[in-house]
């Protein structure tokens, strides 16, 4: 029976006085797809910033059993957590490479910088095409790629993604997301929040529904297509009639 590699246990952050999440519990079992829906300024940012230690915050999150509360952001890198954020956050005057190496900082010393990019160029073969390219030139969709490669090229045991379709045309949110799903073969434990519902729970296996900083719904992915908050709320009419 898997485990859990991630836990939290009611978490409560924000910015300055305003308090966003409110008490949140959700866990991740190792190897799993998690995704976290819900409508603009549920705080869905908010959660993976906190968990990433961006964002001060109480509550109890424990990873790999170890307790985060004191653990400094660059020692969660350490630990294998990683964060793709909203703004995907890249060097845009620099090669697509050398952003590529930036992310072998955890693995330093331990293995060759070129095996890294070897497994990343194979899972993201534009990107091999692109090597040479500066960041800033890129398409948005190559741009997200680069993000996701520069996170995993550090084998993270926890990857998470701040909404990785948004911006994207539909084809390259595809294309995305079925990346995600191959991810699931390499034992990556991988939570993501997305406001594309039906995208994040066709590959996730559990899902939960965050709204005003708290989970309002939770449970199996294919569950939660069905349900009929859900497909009201998030998935559309057409959904609803699709699974009518």
Same mark, same amino acid.
């Given at each position: 029976?898997?485990?859990?590699?991630?836990?939290?246990?009611?978490?409560?952050?924000?910015?300055? @006085?305003?308090?966003?999440?409110?008490?949140?519990?959700?866990?991740?079992?190792?190897?799993?797809?998690? /995704?976290?829906?819900? #409508?603009?300024?549920?705080? @869905?940012?908010?959660? *993976?910033?906190?968990?990433?230690?961006?964002? #001060?915050?109480?509550?109890?999150?424990?990873?790999?059993?170890?307790?985060? !509360?004191?653990?400094?952001? $660059?020692e969660r890198v350490a630990l294998g957590m990683a964060l793709v954020p909203e703004t995907r956050a890249l060097f845009g005057s620099m090669p697509v490479e050398d952003n590529l190496l930036l992310g072998t900082w955890r693995l330093? &010393?331990?293995? #060759? =910088?070129?095996? &890294? *990019?070897?497994?990343?160029?194979?899972?993201? #073969?534009?990107?091999?095409?692109?090597?040479?390219?500066?960041? &800033?030139?890129?398409?948005?969709?190559?741009?997200?790629?680069?993000?996701?490669?520069?996170? %995993?090229? &550090?084998? =993270?045991?926890?990857?998470? %993604?701040? $909404? =990785?379709? *948004?911006?994207?045309?539909?084809?390259?949110?595809?294309?995305?997301?079925? !990346?995600?799903?191959?991810?699931?073969? !390499?034992?990556? !434990?991988? *939570?993501?929040?997305?406001?594309?519902?039906?995208?994040a729970l066709d590959v996730a296996d559990y899902g939960y529904v965050l709204e005003t900083g708290e989970i309002a719904l939770e449970g199996p992915a294919a569950q939660l297509a069905r349900d009929p908050r859900v497909v009201e /709320?998030?998935?559309?009419?057409?959904?609803?009639?699709?699974?009518?």
């Amino acid at each position: 029976m898997s485990r859990d590699l991630l836990r939290v246990e009611q978490l409560h952050a924000g910015y300055g @006085k305003a308090e966003v999440l409110a008490g949140l519990s959700l866990r991740a079992t190792q190897g799993s797809v998690v /995704t976290v829906i819900g #409508p603009n300024g549920a705080g @869905k940012s908010t959660l *993976l910033n906190a968990l990433m230690g961006v964002l #001060p915050a109480r509550g109890r999150v424990a990873y790999d059993d170890r307790d985060l !509360t004191d653990v400094a952001l $660059e020692e969660r890198v350490a630990l294998g957590m990683a964060l793709v954020p909203e703004t995907r956050a890249l060097f845009g005057s620099m090669p697509v490479e050398d952003n590529l190496l930036l992310g072998t900082w955890r693995l330093r &010393g331990c293995r #060759p =910088p070129a095996d &890294g *990019l070897a497994r990343v160029y194979d899972l993201f #073969p534009r990107l091999q095409e692109r090597r040479a390219q500066l960041a &800033g030139t890129l398409s948005g969709g190559e741009r997200q790629m680069l993000a996701i490669a520069r996170a %995993l090229i &550090g084998e =993270p045991r926890l990857l998470m %993604l701040d $909404e =990785p379709s *948004l911006g994207l045309a539909p084809l390259i949110v595809k294309d995305i997301f079925e !990346t995600i799903g191959r991810l699931r073969e !390499t034992g990556v !434990t991988i *939570l993501m929040v997305e406001q594309n519902a039906r995208a994040a729970l066709d590959v996730a296996d559990y899902g939960y529904v965050l709204e005003t900083g708290e989970i309002a719904l939770e449970g199996p992915a294919a569950q939660l297509a069905r349900d009929p908050r859900v497909v009201e /709320t998030y998935l559309g009419a057409g959904a609803a009639r699709a699974g009518a």
